[in-house]
């Protein structure tokens, strides 16, 4: 089955840098890879997703870019402020079996300080 | 207000009983998903239903059940034969089913505490 990969487990970075969080999936039939963010004590919340067809995908100061050959994702974030402070999930959709079902990475806990 | 609602948001439980978590949605949303989060291991699927009266594994089911009698419900039976049952329990609900997966709504999640 689908195999989703997520580093760095922890990336802490000054307020104003950017991040980039990387995920690396093994079904090469997936096609599309939502991130997510959980803010401490709260549900998870999307916060970008790509689809196959598109190797990347800009959302004002958040992007993610897609290789599809290497099968890998990334999730970029520029001019971080305190309030990126959280826990991100990568995911993908294997298409096998028409399922509807997300796999997710092991999250990435980020910190952005003051 | 619409949303996903889940309910206890703590439990406690001996060894060897049986508990039920609640699940509900007034997002008109076909598919329903069963989420566990263990620090350092991301969000495992449990169970997920894409309709009433069907539901399907997911990677961790063992110890688990469930039911899909409704479609704005979909409770979560731990049973005393999961292994390690305390963690963090996340109920989740999309529009889309089938190979177009769309965003999930995520409930506030429950947690469970064995003692």
């Known amino acids: 089955g689908e195999n989703v990969e997520q580093h760095p487990s922890t990336l802490s970075v000054q307020e104003g840098d950017s991040a980039v969080i990387k995920c690396t999936y093994s079904?090469?039939?997936?096609?599309?890879f939502p991130w997510y963010k959980q803010e401490l004590g709260k549900r998870p919340q999307l916060i970008i997703d790509?689809?196959?067809?598109?190797g990347e995908k800009k959302d004002q100061r958040i992007a993610v870019t897609l290789n599809k050959t290497a099968k890998h994702f990334s999730l970029h974030i520029t001019e971080t402020q305190p309030e990126d402070s959280a826990v991100y999930f990568c995911?993908?959709?294997?298409?096998?079996?028409?399922?509807?079902?997300?796999?997710f990475g092991q999250g990435t806990t980020l910190q952005v300080k003051p | 207000d619409g949303g996903i609602t889940q309910s206890p948001k703590y439990l406690f439980r001996k060894e060897g009983q049986n508990v039920t978590l609640s699940c509900e949605q007034n997002?008109?949303?076909?598919?329903m998903y069963w989420y566990r989060q263990d620090p350092g291991q991301g969000l495992r699927l449990i169970y997920y239903?894409?309709?009433?009266?069907?539901?399907q594994k997911g990677d961790i089911a063992e110890g688990y059940s469930v039911s899909r009698e409704k479609k704005e419900s979909f409770p979560l039976t731990v049973t005393s034969a999961q292994k390690n049952p305390t963690a963090f329990y996340l109920c989740?609900?999309?529009?889309?089913?089938?190979?177009?997966?769309?965003?999930?709504?995520f409930g506030e999640g429950s947690r469970l505490t064995v003692l």
């Open positions: 989740a609900s999309s529009i889309r089913t089938g190979g177009n997966t769309g965003e999930l709504f």
């Open positions: 079904d090469s039939a997936s096609n599309y």
């Open positions: 790509i689809r196959s067809n598109v």
């Open positions: 995911a993908a959709s294997p298409v096998s079996g028409n399922t509807g079902k997300l796999i």
């Open positions: 997002l008109n949303h076909d598919a």
């Open positions: 239903s894409q309709i009433v009266n069907d539901f």
